[in-house]
């Protein structure tokens, strides 16, 4: 197994990375990743996912070793059938199906977001390539002292992928995402906070994580998972579209149980102050 899959208290599930090689892309790490995901969705129990990795690494992206043995194959050739497909991820296709391939990783990115509960990323050390791209993917990261972040894709004469170009100008502008996949600076922990990439830095990040998710798994599941929708989707939607979709979550929400107590209880707080 290429990732353990742990509880943690009653709702918080642990995802840790662990393969040789500092943690990188290969194995069957995507496909249990996903496996991890589908079954975190259909648990009830299950209210927040904490990821980090074993050893000194989070992720540095694509292992050398599955590279080197694609020397000269096709990019979909790559993904169907070796780095990301069958055993490892998604499943091989048929020749006509590949041979229009458009989306290539980003299918896996589009399955692993369809968890609706808070993801963070517990990022103990270095998360390069596409280990950055996967810490961009959830929701909140928190990051150990030893944390670097590094784009790399430009230095190897490639471009960002899993959706980097997408989610980082959300994250520190356009500005200085060009900067960062451009130039691949190695972006430390502090630095990263202040240009917006994580939202803490700690001593020991996997616990700074679950006490987070244990305070978000403290609150209504389905506030919580309404919200992450309206999140994720703010940066593809337009405004009106966007208050529509608030409107009918929002209708949604306050027919429950929880909304209605939650909201009787503030009614008798604030009354008891008058």
């Known amino acids: 197994m290429d990732l353990e899959v742990t509880r943690v208290g009653e709702h918080v599930m642990l995802w840790r990375l662990n393969r040789p090689s500092h943690n990188a892309y290969g194995g069957t790490l995507l496909r249990e990743l996903i496996e991890a995901g589908r079954a975190a969705q259909a648990d009830d129990s299950v209210r927040a996912v904490v990821t980090t990795g074993a050893g000194p690494s989070f992720c540095v992206g694509a292992d050398v070793d599955d590279l080197s043995s694609l020397d000269g194959a096709s990019l979909n050739a790559a993904f169907h059938h070796g780095l990301a497909g069958g055993d490892n991820g998604f499943s091989s296709t048929s020749a006509v199906v590949e041979a229009l391939e458009e989306r290539g990783i980003g299918h896996w990115v589009l399955e692993f977001l369809r968890l609706d509960k808070p993801m963070i990323a517990a990022v103990n050390g270095p998360a390069a390539g596409g280990g950055f791209c996967l810490a961009l993917l959830h929701d909140l990261r928190v990051l150990g002292p030893d944390a670097v972040f590094t784009p790399g894709f430009t230095a190897i004469g490639l471009a960002p992928e899993m959706g980097m170009s997408w ?25 990263a906070v202040r240009c917006g990439l994580a939202h803490r830095v700690a001593a020991d990040p996997v616990a700074e994580a679950v006490s987070i998710a244990e305070q978000v798994a403290a609150l209504s599941p389905a506030a919580v998972a309404a919200t992450l929708r309206l999140v994720r989707a703010s940066g593809t939607t337009s405004l009106p579209d966007q208050l529509d979709r608030e409107y009918r979550l929002q209708q949604t929400l306050w027919e429950t149980h929880e909304a209605r107590t939650a909201i009787a209880g503030l009614v008798a707080r604030l009354n008891a102050r008058r």
């Open 167 to 191: 989610l980082l100008p959300r994250l520190v502008g356009q500005a200085k995402t060009t900067e960062l996949l451009l130039l691949n600076p190695r972006i430390g922990a502090e630095e």
